[in-house]
């Protein structure tokens, strides 16, 4: 009779130490999403997109922001292209006019495709805004500036463009 209380103890015991050890996942699971908004969780770049969210509390208002936001960020980008030429003297004159060509397409094209999207929002398009949204995924610039060099600061913010798009895209997925 002793040797199945000692059973009934170890496998209490055992089971415990199970449930302790899957419980901590899940406790680290909960601490990733400390601080993100409840729009953000599936977004590959959660503390910006709860940046981009501004303290949304409803999924309309959470995508509306979001677009808003990089919308704002590709116009000031889209601006700053006429600048670029100084910037790129020390390349050839042809692979100057390629990049500006290029970079001027790829913003302008940016922004039309959000202001698309806002405008598909409005009228509960979410097809049309995920299409959008989706075009708006453009890295022509980018790939356009890599003779200019990694660093190249235009290029960082393209990138923080893209990713803005992308966390776009998550928000507006999740109706």
Same mark, same amino acid.
């Given at each position: 009779m002793a040797p199945k209380k000692f059973n009934y103890l170890f496998a209490a015991a055992a089971a415990l130490i199970l449930?302790?050890?899957?419980?901590?996942p899940l406790q680290a699971e909960a601490r990733r999403f400390v601080g993100v908004n409840q729009f953000c969780h599936t977004a590959s770049y959660r503390r910006i997109c709860t940046q981009m969210v501004n303290g949304a509390s409803n999924w309309r208002d959470a995508s509306n922001n979001a677009m808003l936001a990089t919308l704002d960020l590709a116009k000031r980008l889209k601006d700053l292209v006429p600048i670029l030429k100084p910037a790129l003297s @020390?390349?050839?004159?042809?692979?100057?006019?390629?990049?500006?060509?290029t970079c001027d397409n790829d913003f302008y094209n940016v922004v039309d495709d959000l202001e698309v999207s806002l405008q598909a929002f409005k009228t509960n398009d979410i097809g049309a805004v995920a299409a959008h949204l989706s075009?708006?995924?453009r890295t022509d610039c980018q790939e356009a500036m890599?003779?200019?060099g990694p660093d190249f600061p235009l290029n960082k913010y393209a990138g @923080?463009?893209?990713?803005?798009?992308?966390?776009?895209?998550?928000v507006i997925l999740q109706n």
């Open positions: 449930l302790g050890a899957a419980w901590i @020390h390349l050839d004159p042809a692979t100057v006019e390629e990049i500006m060509k075009a708006a995924l890599k003779s200019a @923080h463009l893209t990713r803005r798009v992308d966390n776009c895209l998550a």
